[in-house]
């Protein structure tokens, strides 16, 4: 059997395929990243630092004024500020890490395994082979080692190498928005005698606390959803691609009455309870992030490149990209 390797080096993560440039365009930083580096920032990032920012301008400036101990006032202001802090490093370095496979630098031009000699899937899209768990994320245009998710709101993927940031990222959100919101909540019921706050009224203070907090319940509730759910994924071994994956397959079962599908390592795939990853399904799209296996019009175009049992019929190559994939609190996959 023909092994599967392009004849001259070319990049696995950039693909042959000249991709559209916004650079020429008057909006080309709103635009969405198609490839390897931290520019352009995506409007999601711009309201993710919105938010933050106001965030703290009013818990400075309307909640801790309002706090009667001083101690209490003084420890509050520096643990936000911390937890702050870290978060926003965190968030940082999950954007600007590149999560493709350490083996296979894009920096370098070149792969440095397309001509092994293995059996492992193939990425047609950047013409290599994959590792386990290496997908193409068609969003950053690149294969990504251990690939959980692209994060919208970070605009980049979540891989091996930048999983632990976006731990860290996602826990100090849920510590910030629990300080934000329980802070304001006691506040809000002590109704605060001393309501001065930059020699604002009581009645000016007490709403921007209340609208705030209600604004940030419904962040505080994904967030928390949303690390629950991969506190699960831990326990259970599982990326976001793979439950969600799973769980399809899960439901398609369930419908035509059948067994429950079995996971790469041979056990039975047990859902979570709606309550847990509802996060992730709560908006469907079409499939287009991880990239589709070739076809035997691929193999015509250059039949010497592609191996037999890798070519599929048009039918179930039509199939898998119509596959429904789901999108998680700050997430596209």
């Given amino acids: 059997m023909k092994n599967f390797a392009p004849t001259s080096p070319v990049r696995r993560h950039g693909c042959e395929r000249h991709l559209p440039s916004f650079a020429a365009g008057p909006f080309f930083w709103l635009m969405p990243r198609t490839l390897k580096t931290w520019w352009p920032i995506s409007p999601l990032q711009i309201v993710l630092l919105v938010i933050i920012l106001l965030d703290g301008l009013v818990f400075a400036f309307c909640a801790l004024p ?46 440095s395994f397309d001509e092994i000699n293995t059996q492992l899937p193939v990425c047609w899209t950047c013409h290599v082979r994959q590792e386990w768990r290496t997908e193409h994320c068609n969003t950053c245009n690149r294969c990504v080692d251990r690939f959980d998710h692209h994060c919208i709101w970070l605009n980049n993927c979540v891989g091996h190498a930048n999983y632990r940031s976006f731990w860290a990222a996602m826990t100090l959100a849920v510590c910030m928005l629990g300080i934000f919101f329980f802070t304001n909540i006691v506040l809000l019921i002590q109704e605060a005698s001393d309501a001065l706050a930059l020699g604002a009224p009581k009645e000016v203070v007490l709403p921007v606390l209340l609208i705030t907090t209600v604004m940030n319940a419904p962040f505080l509730l994904m967030i928390g959803t949303l690390l629950v759910f991969h506190m699960c994924l ?24 059948l067994e429950a599908p079995e996971l790469d390592d041979g056990r039975t795939f047990i859902p979570l309870p709606r309550c847990v990853d509802w996060v992730v399904f709560r908006r469907r799209k079409k499939a287009g992030k991880v990239a589709p296996q070739p076809t035997k019009e691929d193999a015509e175009m250059d039949p010497d490149a592609v191996p037999e049992d890798l070519i599929k019929e048009k039918s179930s190559a039509d199939a898998d990209s119509a596959k429904e994939h789901v999108s998680d609190t700050g997430t596209a996959t």
């Fill in 66 to 111: 309002l706090v009667q101990d001083s101690v209490v006032q003084i420890i509050l202001a520096v643990v936000y500020a911390l937890v702050v802090l870290g978060m926003v490093g965190a968030g940082v370095h999950v954007a600007i890490t590149d999560p493709s496979h350490q083996n296979v630098s894009w920096k370098l031009g070149k792969g």
């Fill in 234 to 257: 831990l326990r259970k071994n599982l990326t976001t691609l793979e439950y969600i994956l799973a769980r399809i397959s899960y439901e398609r079962a369930e419908e035509q009455s």
